[in-house]
């Protein structure tokens, strides 16, 4: 009975040891155990405890060709493989892994090893393409910069083989040739780099080095945008240069958000502030575009979202009716407000709520015309501190950068009223248009009659004759996520909210 042979990890301690001396030459019985010990190592060290490949998944075109290639784990690990195709009419393998698409479809291509480790390779096969084409048939670089070109090919074909190649290696360069081609212009002059496919469809692209750009210029060096306009700014650099590469970047990504990147500079304007946006050439030349971008106009209306609120209107001015300014969000007046005007006789016809200040049209009395008596005031929010702003006034004005436009009757001009300083211009030009914004209309029938989302709100309103006030127009706004309906006023018959 052999003592070492008791357990496992003894054994090795003692083989090490046993092997130290007999190197040593102090005991002659060591071999037999030196050697058993051998043996077991390589034993285990020919079993494969894994296997992979080099592609879990293909797509390749009919009559093309793709070698696979399984990697067992661990590397001193020695086996016999076995491919296999789970469908020979697509696809058959060799016993050297080499791939053959026959017919399209889809196909696994499974490998494995004497202990039944198993690695495969998903199989999808397409039509043989009857043509290859190129991302750029033209290109201009300058000397010294990288571009990579990729092949196209029609939907239902492929070929995993696209080989590129240039006509001048002394002016362009590949850097690599299989798949994509990647390329770097050495000099100035003209290459031709041509991509082919596994049956040997061509394409090429025509390819001209110019000298590497001195500057860069953008198509404007000023701008102003409004909230939520976009803009596309162009960029150009001195005649005999060139750079496909333009990347643009933006200083302040919470005024000016880039749509896109390349090329040309897409941007949209997010919120009121100052921004640059650059271009970079791929040499590093530079150059940028100052943007000032001011707020949206905000054009009176019967209805209004400030502050997460919706205000609104009540009653229309007609035949004498008082105005009311109310918040839908709560279902109340504002009874301060309300009275404080009712008592100084102001009939609101539209209003503007800006930055905490009511901006309103009052409609008192008189008809449309050179002697229409209408007023803009502005005041707090519960009526206090009224002033009146311009006499004249048009049904509808707009706030537009810290100014108050309007338009008066009769007037060829419009007018500015500066919100900071108080004081009131005629602006050069022609007269603006202001739009009016209508919220609802009536069209005549009978039961709800049109309707309006405004912040999460349905506005509507029916014709009933069953008024108790007399008044055969009701006004409603439903909440559109709790569905609770808020009466808002009664009147006669208006033409919007």
């Known amino acids: 009975m052999n003592i070492f042979n008791t357990s496992g990890l003894l054994k090795k301690i003692l083989s090490l040891a046993l092997a130290l001396t007999v190197i040593g030459g102090t005991f002659a019985g060591a071999a037999y155990f030196c050697s058993d010990d051998i043996a077991l190592s390589a034993s285990a060290a020919s079993s494969p405890t894994g296997i992979k ?69 998903n199989v999808i096969i397409k039509s043989a393409p009857s ?43 590949m850097l690599t040739t299989n798949r994509i081609g990647q390329i770097k212009a050495l000099k100035e002059g003209t290459a ?9 469809k061509q394409a ?65 304007a997010i919120k009121p502030g100052v921004a640059w946006v650059t271009v970079r050439t791929y040499n590093g030349k530079e150059a940028s575009c100052k943007i000032k971008v001011l707020e949206k106009p905000v054009y009176s209306n019967k209805i209004q979202n400030y502050n997460g609120k919706v205000y609104y209107t009540t009653e229309f001015m007609y035949k004498g009716l008082s105005g009311k ?14 009275n404080s005007l009712a008592k100084k006789k102001i009939n609101i016809d539209s209003f503007i709520i800006y930055k905490g200040i009511l901006y309103l049209k009052d409609q008192t009395s008189g008809s449309s015309g050179n002697n229409n008596p ?23 004005f707009k706030i537009d950068n810290g100014r108050l436009i309007y338009n008066k009757y009769g007037a060829k001009k419009s007018f500015s009223y500066d919100i900071s300083t108080g004081k009131t211009t005629s602006l050069s030009g022609s007269r603006q248009t202001i739009p009016e914004y209508e919220i609802l209309r009536y069209d005549g029938r009978w039961g709800v009659t049109g309707g309006s989302n405004f912040n999460g709100y349905i506005f509507y309103k029916e014709k009933s004759r069953l008024s108790k006030t007399g008044k055969n127009i009701i006004f409603y706004a439903k909440n559109g996520s709790t569905g609770k309906v808020i009466k808002i006023g009664e009147g006669y018959t208006p033409q919007y909210l």
Not at 374 to 396: F, P, T
């Open 325 to 338: 300014l109310n918040m839908s969000a709560l279902g109340k007046n504002y009874t301060a407000l309300t």
């Open 374 to 396: 209408s007023k803009i005031y502005k005041c707090n929010m519960d009526g206090s501190r009224l002033k009146k702003i311009a006499e004249n006034a048009e049904s509808v």
């Open 192 to 200: 031709a780099v041509t991509v082919s496919t596994y049956n040997n």
């Open 131 to 173: 043509s290859v084409g190129i991302s750029k048939t033209t290109l201009s670089l300058g000397v010294g910069e990288i571009y990579t070109l990729s092949a196209v090919l029609a939907n239902g074909t492929a070929s995993d083989k696209k080989v590129f190649r240039t006509s001048n290696s002394s002016v362009v360069k």
């Open 204 to 268: 090429s692209c025509r390819i001209t080095v110019k000298k590497a750009p001195s500057s860069v210029s953008v198509t404007k060096k000023t701008l102003e945008l409004r909230v939520g306009d976009s803009y596309t700014l162009g960029s150009s650099v001195p005649n005999g240069s060139a750079s496909s590469k333009r990347t643009y970047r933006t200083s302040n990504s919470s005024i000016i958000k880039m749509l896109r990147t390349d090329w040309a500079g897409q941007f949209k």
């Open 53 to 121: 490949l080099n592609a879990p998944s293909i797509v390749i075109g009919i009559g093309e060709s793709y070698q696979l290639k399984a990697t067992v784990s661990p590397s001193a690990a020695k086996d016999k493989l076995t491919w296999s195709s789970s469908d020979k009419n697509k696809v058959t393998v060799t016993s050297g892994g080499l791939v053959k698409a026959n017919n399209t479809g889809n196909a696994v291509i499974t490998v494995r090893t004497s202990n039944g480790k198993s690695a495969s390779c």
